[in-house]
């Protein structure tokens, strides 16, 4: 015999006993489908969850606050600095070997309306350094750029939210605004931060806000000698976020004259210590389902060693036939063993069929969809055909090792 013959050998006694076979493959099937949805679950977690990090624009960030004192002594020593000023980004960035960029802002609550709608908001005086510091790049229009600051010009940034609550669905690009008494013109829409996993006051007031130049904010509204609500620092050395933080507090420390009125939030570590959770978190989960799905294949590969004793039991006279005519102990051997490994691959590609089936309608369910995990499937596979391997080779011994003329009389 030949492998295209052992082959379709292999199939026929498998469609002679499609109910049997059926029955002996479910578990194979469940293992397959359930590695398959498993991974593809998992992935489609992993990216939703990193995406909604992404999101959040915290990754190498740090906020540098105003810090207020804890005694008397420690009230007359700040009475003697003017707070976080624009020219302690400069500070920042003069003395920087990790700090990448920085970004100051003055928050203010202010009355903004349009004809037939008065809202109070959150107004962000920023500069241009604070869409990329905290990756917000508009979804209409654009940011403040460094000639808005130079023409303290009036125009704004209204959050996603706002943006529907002042002008509903019409386009707001190029229309006005009033902030505090004074008329704005929109020039840039912020994104959607709606975020499934963290509901955060800041993206609420940022999606309520507005932002406006920094020079424009202070020119208009809360004068040039107002101290800074905080400023955004960034930094790409993400294994050194302890350096960083030590870097900034030095540059601010020498800047204020030794006066500590400032602290120094870690948020950045703060991040990657969540990552590492929901990484921790994940891997648990895939030890979890890995072993559902390998005990189903393990009792798939146990009723595919059954049925394979069963069969040759049945087709004794076959066997011995076969043998008395000219066929090999190897050729026998392989035949049962392809009947062994055609059966395990014939469950995995209907569970790979079912799991992807699956996939395809969980994804809807998904924002950014759930993608097929290949790696997930291919492996699914090589596990049934090493299962139909490893408990094909007893039967298949057996078959090969019988005498002719005892097997036919069997």
Same mark, same amino acid.
């Given at each position: 015999m030949?492998l295209?013959e052992i082959?379709?050998?292999g199939?026929?006694?498998?469609w ?5 076979? @059926?029955? %002996?493959l479910?578990?194979?099937?469940l293992?397959c489908? $359930?590695?398959? @949805?498993?991974? $593809?679950?998992?992935?489609?977690i992993i ?7 992404d ?6 960030v740090m ?8 005694d008397?002594?420690?009230?007359a ?8 000023r +624009?020219?302690?980004v400069?500070?920042l960035?003069?003395? &920087? ?7 100051? #802002?003055?928050e203010? &609550?202010?009355?903004? $309306?349009?004809p037939g ?12 350094e604070?869409?990329? #510091?905290r990756? &917000?790049?508009?979804?209409l229009?654009?940011? #403040?750029?460094?000639n808005?600051?130079?023409?303290? *010009?009036?125009?704004c940034v209204?959050?996603?939210r ?6 509903? %669905?019409?386009?707001p690009?190029?229309?006005?605004l009033?902030? !505090?008494? +004074?008329r704005?013109?929109v020039v840039?829409?912020?994104q959607?931060?709606?975020n499934?996993?963290? /509901? /955060?006051d800041?993206?609420?007031r940022e ?7 920094l020079a424009?904010?202070r020119k208009?509204?809360? !004068?040039?000698e107002a101290p800074?609500s905080?400023?955004a620092?960034?930094t790409?050395?993400q294994?050194e976020?302890g350096?960083?933080?030590a870097?900034?507090a ?7 004259h !030794?006066?500590?009125d400032f602290?120094?939030e870690?948020? *950045? ?5 969540s &990552?590492g ?15 559902? *799905? ?5 009792v798939?590969?146990i009723?595919?060693? $059954?049925?394979?004793?069963i069969?040759i039991n049945e087709?004794?006279?076959?066997? !011995? ?7 090999t ?7 049962f063993?392809?009947e062994? #490994?055609?059966?395990?691959?014939t469950?995995?590609?209907?569970g790979v069929?079912l799991?992807?089936?699956?996939v ?10 759930l ?5 997930g499937?291919?492996?699914?596979v ?8 490893l408990f094909g ?18």
């Open positions: 030949n295209p082959l379709t050998g199939i026929i006694e498998i002679h006993h499609k109910l049997r076979a @059926f029955l %002996t479910i578990g194979i099937i293992g489908l $359930s590695i398959i @949805f498993m991974t $593809s679950m998992l992935n489609g990216l939703t969850l990193w995406k909604g990090f999101q959040l624009g915290f990754d190498g906020y540098v606050v105003a810090r207020q004192p804890k008397s002594v420690e009230r020593r700040f009475a003697t600095s003017y707070g976080l +624009e020219r302690d400069d500070v960035l003069s003395r &920087r070997e990790l700090v990448t960029a920085a970004a100051p #802002v003055q203010n &609550r202010l009355a903004a $309306s349009t709608s008065r809202r109070e908001v959150s107004v962000l005086g920023v500069t241009p604070f869409a990329p #510091v990756r &917000r790049p508009v979804a229009g654009r940011f #403040v750029t460094d808005d600051m130079q023409r303290f *010009a009036r125009v209204v959050g996603h706002l943006r529907l609550r002042l002008f509903g %669905t019409a386009d690009l190029g229309r006005e009033e902030l !505090g008494g +004074e704005f013109k840039g829409v912020g959607d931060l709606t499934n996993f963290v /509901d /955060d800041d993206f609420i999606m309520e806000g507005v932002f406006i130049p424009t904010m208009y509204f809360t !004068g040039a800074l905080y400023i620092v960034k790409t050395a294994d976020l350096n960083v933080q870097e900034i030095a540059a601010l420390k020498v800047a204020h !030794g006066v500590g602290k120094v870690n948020i *950045a570590q703060d991040i990657v210590r &990552r959770e929901v990484k921790t978190v994940v891997r648990n989960w895939q030890i979890v389902l890995g072993t559902i *799905a390998g005990i189903a294949l393990l798939g590969g009723g595919l060693f $059954s049925v394979m004793i069969s087709r004794l006279y076959e066997i !011995g036939m076969r043998k008395a005519i000219g066929a102990d190897l050729e026998i051997f392989l035949q063993l392809m062994s #490994v055609t059966l395990a691959l469950g995995a590609l209907i069929g799991g992807l089936a699956v395809m309608i969980m994804s809807s369910f998904f924002a950014n969809g993608p097929v995990d290949w790696p499937v291919t492996g699914a090589g596990v049934a055909v090493t299962l139909g391997v080779l007893y039967p298949a011994l057996k078959a090969a090792r019988m005498q002719p003329v005892a097997a036919m009389r069997g």
